[in-house]
């Protein structure tokens, strides 16, 4: 489970409601904040699972 938390913020449902992100809409927002940190462990995540992967392969 992340342990990013994505509060109810304005900024995110305005965002949906486009089709965007809080990225998109507003850069330095607290919402867009929030989405950078969750796409940051996310990626950790996905990495760490490649590399553990890839030893098993390897073994």
């Given amino acids: 489970m992340s342990p990013v938390v994505i509060h109810r913020l304005k900024v995110h449902r305005d965002a ?3 089709g965007q992100s ?3 809409l ?3 927002s607290k919402g867009a904040a929030e989405i950078s940190e ?3 462990w996310l990626n950790a ?3 760490q699972q490649d590399k553990v992967a890839t030893m098993k ?3």
């Fill in 16 to 18: 949906s409601r486009g």
């Fill in 22 to 24: 809080a990225q998109e």
């Fill in 26 to 28: 507003t850069v330095d």
């Fill in 38 to 40: 969750l796409w940051a």
């Fill in 45 to 47: 995540e996905l990495l």
């Fill in 57 to 59: 392969r390897s073994a």
